[in-house]
């Protein structure tokens, strides 16, 4: 199973910028998706979640600001960061839960690092 994350990049305080990750390597399909995220000398936090059926969940600090999508199908969850502060500044990691005959397994991408100059 992989999950390939893209769309990290330097941006200015109040710029935008989108995120994706994409589940590849297994025929299962997405029970949840998410993104979390990690800052230097941090614990890793989630920033927002979405289930199959389109419910999400937002960290308060983000709030407003982010917006969660994710398309079945293709089994890939999107993250459009607007209004973006140099708190912002991370590497963000998706997540998915997929539905297998043993159950449901977490599975992790290796990072996009995101960093939003003042």
């Known amino acids: 199973v992989q999950l390939q994350a893209s769309g990290g990049g330097l941006v200015q305080a109040g710029g935008s910028l989108r995120l994706s990750c994409a589940v590849s390597?297994?025929?299962?399909?997405?029970?949840?998706m998410g993104w979390y995220r990690q800052a230097p000398g941090k614990q890793r936090e989630l920033v927002a979640d979405?289930?199959?059926?389109?419910?999400?969940n937002y960290a308060e600090a983000v709030k407003g600001r982010f917006i969660i999508s994710g398309d079945n199908v293709r089994r890939t969850v999107y993250l459009q960061m607007n209004s973006l502060k140099p708190e912002d500044t991370a590497v963000y990691y998706c997540?998915?839960?997929?539905?297998?005959?043993?159950?449901?397994?977490?599975?992790w991408g290796q990072g996009t690092l995101v960093t939003v100059s003042s």
């Open positions: 997540n998915a839960d997929l539905r297998e005959f043993r159950g449901v397994s977490r599975y």
């Open positions: 390597g297994t025929p299962f399909s997405t029970n949840r």
């Open positions: 979405i289930t199959s059926g389109g419910s999400t």
